[in-house]
C-alpha cells in the first residue's frame, strides 16, 4: 500500500520558516519524480516545487529563492524548506508523485 505521510506545519509568523517532511512507502521511491503541492482555500491547487530522480528542481517562481525541495532516497523522505514566509503562502501542502497523494499538512502564514 502506497502511503505519504506529510508533517511539519503550522501557524508562524510573516518572514518565518517551516521544513515539510514527506515518508513516503508502498514504491520505489527512488525511481520517482515527486512533488510539492499547495492548497488554499477557495481556490485550486498549485504546484509549488519538484525534484526529479537525478535531483534536479523546479520551483515555481513565487516561491523562488525562499523554498527548497530536496529529497533523501535512503530514507524516502522529501522535504520543503520553506524561508520567509509571507500570508499568501497560507495553504494546505501536499507531497505527490502525481498518482498518490498524502493527506497534506496545513501552514498558515499570519502575525
Known amino acids: 500500500e502506497v502511503q505519504l505521510v506529510e508533517s511539519g506545519g503550522g501557524m508562524v509568523q510573516p518572514g518565518g520558516s517551516l521544513r515539510l517532511s514527506c515518508a513516503a512507502s508502498?514504491?520505489?521511491?527512488?525511481?520517482?519524480?515527486m512533488y510539492w503541492v499547495r492548497q488554499a482555500p477557495g481556490n485550486g491547487p498549485e504546484w509549488v516545487s519538484s525534484?526529479?530522480?537525478?535531483?534536479?528542481?523546479f520551483t515555481v517562481d513565487s516561491v523562488k529563492g525562499r523554498f527548497a525541495i530536496s529529497r533523501d532516497n535512503a530514507k524516502n523522505m522529501l522535504y520543503l524548506q520553506m524561508n520567509s514566509l509571507k500570508p499568501e503562502d497560507t495553504a494546505r501542502y501536499y507531497c505527490?508523485?502525481?498518482?498518490?497523494w498524502g493527506q497534506g499538512t496545513q501552514v498558515t502564514v499570519s502575525s
Open positions: 525534484i526529479d530522480a537525478d535531483g534536479r528542481t
Open positions: 508502498g514504491f520505489t521511491f527512488s525511481v520517482f519524480n
Open positions: 505527490t508523485n502525481r498518482v498518490d
